[in-house]
């Protein structure tokens, strides 16, 4: 192996030079950005997420307590993304069915959550958090149609 492939695959296999160990962090919203949601906002002021990297993936696990979503556990897959302003940026998302309880019915929403985030230093970082939920066409017409809420957010390991 040459000298220049042995120094791009370190570069590769060892991130993008992030510090941001494996872990239970909280986040803690700091400012709504933006809410049409005309009930219950979907996203709590405090939650706890997993979070684990692997190389250049990210991954956060939001358990349901905190949400209101009936039903499973969500975890949102994404990258670090190159930055030339020296922060490691990273956006992460993912796609699901849910049931929420809206006004006394039982709605089925189809959900996109995503989180932005910027790595401050060890063990912290902070971004924009983003879900959109939008009415399944077979749900109770007592459900919201849609509601997208967008907010400001920091994190810490616990």
Known sequence: MTRGAWVAMVVLLGGCGHDL????YHFRQTQEIRSSCAVDSPLPLEWD?????????ITIELPVAGFRYAVGEKALVGVFQPDHRGDPRFLTDS???N???VEGA???FFTHLQIEGTVRDDGRFDGVASIVDSRDLEADRACPFACVQRVEFEAKKR
Do not use: H, K, M, Q
């Open 21 to 24: 160990p494996d872990g239970t």
């Open 49 to 57: 997420g997993e979070l684990s990297v692997r190389g250049l993936t």
């Open 95 to 97: 796609t699901f069915d």
């Open 99 to 101: 049931v929420a309880l």
């Open 106 to 108: 039982s709605c089925l």
